[in-house]
C-alpha cells in the first residue's frame, strides 16, 4: 500500500513571501501525482498533476508552480503568495484509487 | 465536462438518525464513484468506492449504490453516531487516454452529529 508524506502540516507566511510545499510517495513507482487545493467554503480543486519526471500540467491558471524532480517526489511552490492563496493543500497519488497526504494548512497574513 | 454535484451543508443530525448525503455526477462513459471522509484536522480517507453501475459500496456502516439511470451516488447510513462527524466528498474518476487519473470532487458535505 501506498504511503503519501506531505508536510508541514500547517504553515503560517506573510503575502508576498515564497512558498514550497513538499510531497515525497512511498509503496509504488511511476506514480501519477496531483496537487488539490481545498479553499475555505470551497471543494477541492485540481491545481497540478504529473505522469512522470519533469512533466507537468497546470488545470487552473493561478499563481502557483509545480515541479518533479524525482520520480516520488512533487513540489508546490510561489514566488510571492496571495492573501488568496490561504487554504488546505493535498497531494495525492492516483490511479485505480487514491491516496492522499495529510494536507498542509496554508495561511497567508 | 465531467462534474460532481452534492447537497450543501451543513448537515446536523442527532445521534441514532438516518442519513442521506445526496450526489450525482455528469460524465462521458462510465466513471467509477468515491465517498471520501475528512475528519477533523486530518486529511482525506477512502471511505468507499463503486466501479460499475449498480456496485454498492459498504464501509463502516456506510453505503452506496451506483445508479447509471440517475446518475447518482448517494450516501446513507441507518444510524449515525458522533464520530461520523466530519466533511465527506463525493467524487468520480476522469479517465486520461485511457490510464485513470483525476478525482473529480463534489464541494464537500459537513456532518455534525449530536449526542
Redesign the interface.
Known amino acids: 500500500s501506498q504511503t503519501i508524506h506531505?508536510w508541514p502540516a500547517t504553515l503560517v507566511q506573510p503575502v508576498g513571501s515564497p512558498l514550497s510545499l513538499e510531497c515525497t510517495v512511498e509503496g509504488t513507482s511511476n506514480p501519477?501525482l496531483?496537487w488539490?487545493r481545498?479553499a475555505a467554503g470551497?471543494?477541492?480543486q485540481?491545481l497540478f498533476?504529473s505522469?512522470g519526471i519533469g512533466q507537468i500540467s497546470s488545470e487552473v491558471p493561478q499563481n502557483l508552480s509545480a515541479s518533479r524532480p524525482q520520480d516520488r517526489q512533487f513540489i508546490l511552490s510561489s514566488k510571492k503568495l496571495l492573501l488568496s492563496d490561504s487554504g488546505f493543500y493535498?497531494c495525492?497519488s492516483?490511479?485505480?484509487?487514491?491516496f492522499?497526504?495529510?494536507?498542509t494548512r496554508l495561511t497567508v497574513v | 465536462g465531467n462534474s460532481v454535484t452534492q447537497m450543501e451543508g451543513p448537515v446536523t443530525l442527532s445521534e441514532e438518525a438516518f442519513l442521506t448525503i445526496n450526489c450525482t455526477y455528469t460524465a462521458t462513459g462510465y466513471p467509477s464513484l468515491f465517498w471520501y471522509v475528512q475528519y477533523p484536522g486530518e486529511g482525506l480517507q477512502l471511505l468507499l468506492k463503486a466501479t460499475k453501475a449498480d456496485d454498492k459500496g459498504s464501509n463502516k456502516g456506510f453505503e452506496a449504490t451506483y445508479r447509471k439511470e440517475t446518475t447518482s451516488f448517494h450516501l446513507e447510513k441507518g444510524s449515525v453516531q458522533v464520530s461520523d462527524s466530519a466533511v465527506y466528498f463525493c467524487a468520480q474518476i476522469k479517465n486520461y487516454g485511457g490510464s485513470q487519473g483525476n478525482l473529480i470532487f463534489g464541494k464537500g458535505t459537513k456532518l455534525s452529529v449530536k449526542p
Open positions: 506531505q501519477n496531483y488539490y481545498q470551497r471543494g477541492l485540481l498533476y505522469v493535498l495525492a492516483i490511479r485505480a484509487s487514491a492522499f497526504g495529510q494536507g
